[in-house]
């Protein structure tokens, strides 16, 4: 698990660490009942305190992406996959609005649109 910290990012730490897992879980990269790190070990992989750790895997946990197990450690919580279907959905109906936006302002009709989306769709990427 790969996590990039930049500090010249706006975002705190702790922040840009639970954008990073999100993104992680939503994508596929860490499926359900995957283990986590310790926090420990996520904080001196990353140079950064326990404490920022917490913080991102508590933000974490009160979402849903993942769950601790006590005795066993932190797992990728199987119960988040209609969440993240629904906010799959949430990030292509933002994508799908602003090629509206834009095929209406280019005078793309409907029609054409929908061919190019079927195409798209139908094209192994």
Do not use: C, W
Not at 29 to 47: V, W
């Amino acid at each position: 698990m790969e996590i990039i910290i930049s500090s010249s990012s706006n975002k705190p730490i702790y922040q840009q660490i639970t954008t990073q897992i999100k993104a992680m879980i939503m994508n596929g990269e860490l499926k359900s009942g995957d283990a986590m790190p310790s926090m420990r070990k996520l904080a001196k992989g990353l140079h950064v305190s326990v404490i920022t750790t917490q913080r991102a895997y508590d933000e974490l946990q009160k979402e849903g992406f993942i769950e601790t197990i006590q005795a066993k450690g932190t797992f990728v919580s199987a119960k988040n996959q209609d969440f993240i279907r629904e906010e799959n959905r949430r990030i292509v109906e933002k994508h799908l609005e602003e090629a509206v936006v834009i095929a209406r302002g280019n005078g793309i009709s409907l029609e054409e649109l929908k061919r190019i989306i079927d195409t798209l769709y139908e094209e192994e990427i």
